[in-house]
């Protein structure tokens, strides 16, 4: 009877173990040998080079160029979008809050948008003649004389601050879900001893969203560590390399270039390396001890 059932539970598991191996498991493997050669495509040959692809990595200006554009882009989008999502959970959940599922839906509905829908919105919105440039001009600001994208110095916070307005609406969801757990008593006996509404933040919301808020920052990293669908829709990684990300970078030299699959590889692995040095340190950082 065990053998039977454990028949029928593989025969169940069968169909995504075999999806597993063949669109996760065999690419993964398959890239880690690229990584150590000189890949022709045209040709279809492959030539072992050794580690030559990683040393050519760390002597590549176009590489630190894209790490230091990723890294900026993750230090601003991460807290940004994480503050922005736990103040807006926080104002749904109290009771101040008037029409709370109207709002939720509202904020929520970008994260479920096509991203290339998006990115064709704020393109038009970030150009020369777009309505942001146009309404500074109106209220006195700044404008952009080529607009937003096109300048080095506005190209990478422009993307940046339309990606912290399409993934709040996300995060804020997961942080309501983090406060409808926390229990009401809490907060009642905190009221009843004169506690006010900072205090209960600080010492109640916050320490017990704990997880919530790893969780968020954790993926949000991830997230703006691998940015390159806003940035091959909307700047090509311009100007002047000034929104080159790392993804970006990997897939220009493992599709738009001949016998660059390996580098690109490599490139792939090194990426992999730096997220989950930074995912281990925000879950040692804000992880709980046990």
């Known amino acids: 009877m065990k053998s039977k059932h454990s028949t029928i539970a593989f025969g169940f598991l069968a169909p995504w173990v075999m999806k597993l191996c063949i669109f996760w498991l065999y690419p993964l493997v398959y890239a880690l040998y690229m990584s150590f050669t000189r890949y022709r495509a045209l040709g279809n040959t492959s030539e072992f080079i050794g580690f030559d692809n990683y040393t050519s990595i760390g002597i590549d200006p176009l590489f630190w160029k894209a790490l230091t554009n990723t890294i900026v882009y993750a230090f601003g989008a991460v807290p940004l979008s994480t503050i922005a999502a736990l103040f807006l959970a926080v104002l749904l959940h109290s009771k101040l809050a008037s029409y709370p599922s109207f709002y939720r839906a509202g904020l929520f509905l970008p ?82 001893q004169g506690a006010s ?34 940035m091959y829709t909307m700047t090509k990684g311009g100007p002047l390399n000034s929104t080159l990300t790392v993804v970006y970078l990997i897939f220009s030299n ?33 992880g709980k001890k046990e």
Do not use: H
């Not at 509404?197 to 600080?202: D, F, G, V, Y």
């Not at 320490?207 to 790893?214: E, F, N, V």
């Not at 599709?255 to 879950?283: N, P, R, W």
């Open 197 to 230: 509404s900072l205090q209960i933040l600080r010492t109640i919301t916050l320490p017990l969203l704990r997880p919530t808020i790893l969780f968020v920052m954790v993926i949000s990293t991830i997230k703006s560590l691998q940015i390159f669908v806003e």
């Open 111 to 192: 994260s479920v948008t096509s991203i290339i829908v998006i990115t064709l919105i704020f393109t038009n919105l970030y150009a020369k003649d777009g309505y942001i440039n146009v309404l500074a001009g109106m209220i006195g600001l700044p404008q952009s004389d080529k607009g937003f994208l096109l300048e080095t110095s506005t190209a990478l916070f422009s993307v940046m601050l339309m990606d912290v307005w399409l993934s709040t609406g996300y995060y804020m969801m997961l942080f309501l879900a983090g406060l409808q757990s926390i229990p009401k008593d809490l907060y009642e006996s905190a009221q009843l």
């Open 254 to 286: 493992a599709f738009e270039k001949t016998d660059s699959m390996g580098y690109g590889a490599a490139l792939a692995y090194i990426l992999f390396a730096i997220i989950a040095v930074l995912s281990f340190i925000q879950m040692k950082v804000l």
